[in-house]
């Protein structure tokens, strides 16, 4: 689809509204071709870097690039290698959906393409709708049609601000599969989200950001390595408290009722390699003389890890 | 159908009223005003009225109601420059504008109205009229928060200065004094401009009614590009 290398970078950014640091000197590189995750709580700064990153925000601090053109100075430029989803809902109570993609197309400078606008509305489920007047679309509608919008200049960078916000579980995984095409098309995608696990699912990196700062930038994978807990959940025979285990290099034990305990374990720390560390559990029960009837195991959600950043941050304030 | 019944014929027939109360009405009762026909005379004011009144309505309740549905992020993201967007909300205003004006002529025609003196001037003085109200409207569209703030020009500026503008009379039967007030009013120019182009006949010479039209488009034009350009309102 896209056929420019496009990727951002944030230089020094800074936005503030009265006395409040939307965005506070913020570095950031988004390179080419990847799905990129801003995950921050509500007032975190991630909608405002979209916006300036996108044009709908011009008096900030720093400098913005996209495909090595500040979003300023070269806006045409950057603007055409952009498309943009924003949170909000919207709708043109003027047109209907194929119309709203026509003027779409024009606003970019690109010729209106009939073809295109058929195709994008089938791809995105609009067709039945295609000559009903946006106002009275779904909500769900709204968002795919936003999307189509976003899509019908080719962009090689997607900001999709909170994609998934109010549509049900089919369409989002609908809307994910078309994000993952996307970037396999070599389109560069930034994405909000509050739904950790869309992160968790699509992102290639993943930047968390709160207070205007940006805490982290790490790959999934690594992110969830270095700050993903493991957990297993023992169920014994008879009840256990949960002080029997307290001489175990675990970093918490948790009572979870009157058979069951929950250690959480981390896979890097000094309790055990990560493959041996369930074994090393196990064998502490034995030692106690625990008969283990059932096990469960896993790790740390995205959300966990999130939520852990953020107390860090707040512990080191 | 639905916007060109909104934006063309609900205007015509607002004014189609004007011709039925003023035109024949009173009218009848009245000889002639500035030496031509009654109905002569009101065919330009009511022209201007509906011109000016569709020009600031079009462009300022068109992107107005972008900002309130949301959808002027798509125009805000994307690469048209502050003087394009201009561009494009004043023209689709100039074709209302003048359509509803040209509508209104034809039944005025249809009245046994007769004002054919200058086409060429007359279309001028209504193209620099409608786009200075469309840059107007679309400047106030940009600084308005609610839609009162929208419906604030047409109802306590535009129809009121239109009406004192000499839509219905000529400011000779006013007054001494009260001629020199009218003189202030910058609506008078609008409807004398289009009156000495559809008749020669007017309160106030052509060239004044061109200077105080093209130091409103030009002021609009300022106000509404500062205002693009500040992103106030729109990109904070």
């Known amino acids: 689809m896209a056929n420019v290398a496009a990727a951002i970078r944030f230089e020094g950014v800074s936005k503030r509204y009265g006395g409040l640091a939307a965005l506070d000197a913020v570095d950031l590189e988004v390179e080419p071709g990847e799905i990129f995750a801003l995950l921050g709580p509500n007032g975190a700064g991630k909608t405002t870097a979209i916006g300036c990153a996108s044009g709908l925000i011009q008096d900030f601090e720093g400098r913005i690039e996209v495909g090595g053109y500040d979003v300023r100075k070269d806006y045409r430029v950057t603007r055409r290698l952009v498309g943009l989803v924003p949170q909000e809902l919207n709708f043109d109570g003027f047109f209907c959906a194929r119309d709203a993609l026509f003027f779409q197309s024009g606003y970019f ?36 049609l936003m999307v189509c919008k976003a899509l019908m200049h080719d962009p090689a960078v997607l900001f999709l601000d909170e994609p998934t916000a109010g549509v049900d579980v089919e369409l989002r995984e609908d809307l994910w599969k078309v994000v993952r095409g996307l970037r396999d098309e070599g389109v560069t995608i930034v994405l909000t989200t509050h739904y950790l696990e869309e992160a968790e699912q699509l992102a290639d990196r993943i930047g968390v950001i709160d207070g205007g ?9 690594e992110l969830m390595q270095e700050l993903g807990k493991r957990w297993v959940e023992l169920s014994f025979s008879v009840e256990v408290e949960a002080s029997v285990f307290a001489s175990l ?29 369930i074994g090393a559990i196990l064998d502490f029960a034995r030692s106690r003389g625990l008969v283990v009837v ?21 512990g080191a304030a | ?8 014929v609900s205007p015509v027939i607002t004014t189609l009223l004007y011709f039925l109360v003023f035109g024949f009405s009173l009218g009848s009762r009245l000889d002639e005003m500035g030496g031509i026909s009654y109905m002569d005379f009101l065919t330009p004011g009511l022209m201007m009225m509906s011109l000016i009144n569709n020009s600031f309505i079009n462009s300022s309740f068109s992107f107005f109601l972008t900002k309130v549905h949301g959808s002027v992020v798509d125009v805000l993201a994307s690469p048209l420059s502050n003087l394009q967007i201009m561009a494009a909300y ?6 209302r504008g003048m359509l509803t004006s040209v509508i209104i002529w034809g039944i005025a025609a249809g009245f046994g109205a007769n004002t054919l003196h200058d086409p060429l001037l007359t279309v001028c003085f209504m193209v620099l009229v409608s786009c200075a109200f469309s840059l107007f409207g679309l400047a106030t569209a940009v600084v308005s928060k609610e839609f009162e703030h929208v419906n604030l020009v047409p109802n306590f500026v535009v129809v009121p200065f239109t009406f004192l503008g000499g839509v219905f009379y000529s400011i000779s039967l006013l007054p001494g004094a009260w001629q020199t007030v009218a ?18 006949v007017g309160d106030v010479s052509i060239g004044s009614c061109f200077l ?18 500040s992103g106030k309102n729109l990109r904070s």
Do not use: C
């Open chain 2, 212 to 229: 105080v039209s093209g130091v409103f488009l030009a002021v609009s034009f300022a106000a509404a590009w500062y205002l693009l350009r």
């Open chain 1, 109 to 144: 400078g690109v010729r209106p393409d009939r073809a295109k606008i058929e195709a994008m509305l089938r791809k995105f489920a609009l067709y039945e709708k295609a000559d009903t007047n946006t106002r009275r679309l779904s909500g769900g509608m709204k968002r795919r």
């Open chain 1, 249 to 277: 290099q675990a970093d918490r034990v948790e009572q979870v009722s009157g058979r069951v305990l929950r250690i959480e374990y981390d896979p890097g720390g000094g309790m055990s390699e990560e493959e041996h560390a």
């Open chain 2, 90 to 95: 004043t023209a689709a205003s100039l074709v």
């Open chain 1, 213 to 221: 700062k940006i805490l982290r930038v790490q790959p999934r994978e």
């Open chain 1, 294 to 314: 059932d096990i469960r195991a896993g790790r740390s959600s995205l959300e966990d890890i999130f939520k852990g950043l953020l107390a860090r941050k707040g």
């Open chain 2, 1 to 8: 159908m639905i916007i060109l019944g909104q934006s063309v």
């Open chain 2, 183 to 200: 003189l202030f009013n910058p609506f008078l120019y609008m409807v004398n401009g289009i009156r000495l182009g559809m008749t020669g």
